[in-house]
């Protein structure tokens, strides 16, 4: 069972930025064909998919929802067994609790609905004030 911790949350003013982290328990991830996730979730929404990118064999796949194309940036440290969220103009729609996930592979690249992931995060909550 891999376990995945978020952190980097917090409070920012519109127009700041955040990195978020998700620490992977251990390095199996990387050695099958899943993708790593960022999803966020606000109170009375549905949990939607942020960022996806591929991991563990080697190719190269990023995806990003529209709302958030620009301004945030997925990358990846296998050495660490670790993905970022890299957060910069952020808005007060980006306010939500944000949660990593992993699986989600596909043969062409990734998943990007919630139902496809199977691992997830305890989330790291994000608010913006405007």
């Known amino acids: 069972q891999v376990q995945l911790v978020e952190s980097g949350g917090g409070s920012v003013q519109a127009g700041g930025s955040l990195r978020l982290s998700c620490a992977a328990s251990?390095?199996?991830?990387?050695?099958?064909?899943?993708?790593m996730g960022w999803f966020r979730q606000a109170p009375g929404n549905e949990r939607d998919w942020v960022a996806v990118t591929r991991v563990g064999d080697g190719a190269v796949y990023i995806s990003y929802a529209d709302s958030v194309k620009g301004r945030f940036t997925i990358s990846q440290d296998n050495a660490k067994n670790t993905v970022y969220l890299q957060m910069n103009s952020l808005k007060p729609e980006d306010t939500a609790m944000y949660y990593c996930a992993l699986g989600g592979g596909r043969h062409d690249g990734c998943y990007t609905s919630r139902f496809d992931f199977t691992y997830w995060g305890q989330g790291t909550q994000v608010t913006v004030s405007s």
């Open positions: 251990d390095s199996r991830y990387t050695y099958s064909s899943n993708c």
